[in-house]
């Protein structure tokens, strides 16, 4: 398979456009990842979206960077994000309420729902002073 990408936005949501547009050309580079992209684009859109509306603190203005590496290999594609926000691991996030009528759920918990529902493994590790989200999602189902 092809080679890895790699790419860095800022902690900002306008950059999501960017990250998808980048999702989009890394797929379009490796054919079997075209069915993936929109489940691919989504679990990153959720995962970025949560990290730069809650990682960080309201009043720090400073530029912060999200780091994106996506890398096919051995019927798997590796996605790794690394950020340096507020400690969260969302491995250990209880479940997402899906009972009842939508409008009587609480709100949030469905952007991780989603994550660790699409992706076939996803680890967390707190690396000095950096979030490290590690994914992994089979190209062979």
Known sequence: MAADTAFTISNTLEELTRAA???SD???QHEELLPLEHRITLVLEELLTNTISYGYDADDTAPHLI????????????VVCEDDGAPFDLTQKSEADMAGDV????VGGLGIHLILTI?????????????R???RMSLTD
Request: hydrophobic residues 35%; charged residues 30%; aromatic residues 8%.
């Open 103 to 106: 409008e009587d759920r609480p």
């Open 21 to 23: 547009s980048a999702i």
């Open 67 to 78: 780091e994106i590496r996506l890398s096919p290999a051995d019927g798997w594609l590796h």
């Open 26 to 28: 890394f797929c379009n």
């Open 133 to 135: 989200v590690d994914m």
């Open 119 to 131: 992706m076939d493994s996803v680890t967390y590790q707190r690396i000095g002073d950096r979030n």
